[in-house]
């Protein structure tokens, strides 16, 4: 059974950091595309990063040069690590995976992914 739990979401204040983390089991992750979507309220999800099967990363313009996205393939687990955090950073962080080929223009695209997790909240005060 595929399952993603997400961790390490909190409260910071704007310009600190924090960092996610998304263990996964049911499924081995170097073998999915991965990533992590935010979604505000009132806001459709959005994509923030993913990695695809050959570590190829993809970021949202939003948070390029402020988060960064790894993977650990012997813990079967991916992580967030966001710096710089802003108010509108604020939303609840998903993670996601997906099986099969796609084009590396869908990555960041939610419609494209099989399974989720639960979400771990981020709220970055001004």
């Known amino acids: 059974q595929v399952q993603l739990v997400e961790s390490g979401g909190g409260s910071v204040q704007s310009g600190g950091s924090l960092g996610l983390s998304c263990a996964a089991s049911?499924?081995?992750?170097?073998?999915?595309?991965m990533g992590w979507f935010r979604q505000a309220p009132g806001k459709e999800r959005e994509g923030v990063a993913a990695?695809?099967?050959?570590?190829?990363?993809r970021y949202a313009d939003s948070v390029k040069g402020r988060f960064t996205l790894s993977q650990d393939k012997a813990r079967n687990t991916l992580y967030l690590q966001m710096s710089s955090l802003k108010p509108e950073d604020t939303a609840m962080y998903y993670c996601?995976?997906?099986?099969?080929?796609?084009?590396?223009?869908?990555?960041?695209?939610?419609?494209?992914?099989?399974?989720w997790g639960q979400g771990t909240q981020v709220t970055v005060s001004s």
């Open positions: 990695i695809g099967i050959g570590g190829s990363t």
């Open positions: 996601a995976a997906r099986s099969g080929y796609y084009p590396i223009t869908t990555m960041l695209n939610q419609y494209y992914y099989n399974y």
């Open positions: 049911g499924f081995t992750t170097s073998n999915y595309f």
